[in-house]
């Protein structure tokens, strides 16, 4: 049994897309074999903002069997659901008198996302980060791999397990309870989260809502489409950079470079070496076909799951079971130190 323990999820709120699976899908999967793995589709987390039901449904299977796709194995994780443990609701109730308005006002996340409209945003998307703390708290995670984005919400993570390991100190205590309750989670150390940017403008990242079609490469693409958008992807005039002259001050190169050498499982560096001095011309059909080799397997596979999709049913399943094991031995402890 490994002593530290992963959680990490993605919101099935969209088609899920190359970001999700370089930034995020991927490194899941090594981590299965040094960590006990928790991995979940976060549906909670979409309702946030409408889910039209029958595509929250979809894009839940998706998710599972994407990471299924991936290389996840459900002897090796759990792999569930977040709606079919419930006590992750309970627990974000607590953590909703635990946070202060204060803490919560300050998430930038909230504020890009609310903009200018925050009067008529859903309750549920502010009190959001305190659903996450719960979602990673639950299980008493001591690492959680997310991108960059993420790390103000991870910080309130750990103010939220400070201030209940504070609050509620003498109760911990007599309830049996050596030191802190709850663990303050640490961002996750595994090398650094690749950002995946739009294919139509480096300085945005690439994203499930984002309205431009041939901005966003998904994980089911076919590979004309794949192609296509790799073709019309936006860039400067210049060919790539030597090694040396390097990608600065060049964003959507960078892009395409980095998401070349993450798919090849090579460095930066290495691409340039092979391709530097090269036109557009010569790269683009080299990263359309390195993107097909490594994603169609993956599509493909995702698809029957999808036409059947009874495995995914049974390992969700499963796995909340799993989930839910662990969640309720938390939240028997908690219910006792709050005074339920
Ligand atoms: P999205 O932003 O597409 O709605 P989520 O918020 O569900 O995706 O994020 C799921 C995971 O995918 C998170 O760990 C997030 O950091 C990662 N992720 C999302 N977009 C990207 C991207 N463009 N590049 C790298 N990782 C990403
Ligand atoms: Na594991």
């Not at 409408?50 to 998706?62: C, F, G, I, S």
């Not at 803490?103 to 996450?132: C, H, I």
């Not at 008493?140 to 991870?154: F, I, M, N, W």
């Amino acid at each position: 049994a490994f002593t530290d323990r992963v959680f990490s999820g993605i919101k099935p709120s969209g088609d899920l897309h190359l970001g999700n699976y370089l930034g995020a899908i991927r490194r899941f999967v090594p981590l299965q074999d040094t960590h006990q793995t928790i991995y979940c589709v976060v549906d909670m987390h979409a309702i946030t903002v409408w889910q039209n039901p029958a595509d929250l449904k979809r894009w839940t299977y998706e998710i599972a069997a994407a990471y299924i796709a991936a290389g996840l194995d459900p002897k090796k994780s759990i792999i569930f659901n977040q709606s079919q443990v419930i006590e992750h609701a309970e627990l974000s109730w607590i953590f909703n008198c635990v946070a202060r308005m204060g803490w919560m006002e300050r998430m930038t996340q909230f504020k890009d996302k609310a903009g200018a409209n925050s009067e008529n945003v859903s309750l549920g998307l502010f009190a959001y980060p305190s659903l996450m703390a719960a979602d990673i708290l639950l299980y008493k995670s001591t690492a959680v791999p997310v991108g960059e984005d993420q790390r103000q919400h991870l910080e309130l993570t750990r103010d939220i397990a400070k201030k209940f390991n504070h609050d509620f100190k003498k109760q911990i205590k007599a309830n049996g309870h050596r030191g802190d309750f709850f663990p303050v989670t640490e961002t996750m150390a595994a090398g650094p989260a690749m950002r995946v940017k739009s294919l139509k403008d480096g300085s945005k990242k690439m994203s499930k809502s984002d309205a431009s079609d041939l901005s966003t490469i998904y994980m089911m693409d076919d590979a004309d489409l794949i192609a296509k958008k790799i073709k019309r992807a936006t860039t400067d005039a210049d060919a790539l950079p030597s090694e040396e002259a390097g990608l600065a001050g060049r964003a959507e190169a960078e892009n395409l470079v980095g998401i070349y050498a993450a798919l090849a499982n090579r460095t930066v560096d290495e691409v340039l070496a092979e391709f530097g001095g090269q036109g557009w011309g010569v790269f683009k059909p080299a990263l359309a076909e390195l993107a097909v080799e490594k994603l169609a397997p993956m599509a493909d596979e995702m698809r029957r799951h999808l036409e059947d999709p009874t495995e995914i049913e049974n390992i969700l399943r499963d796995g909340a079971g799993r989930a839910r094991a662990i969640a309720e031995e938390t939240m028997q402890a908690v219910r006792a130190i709050v005074g339920f």
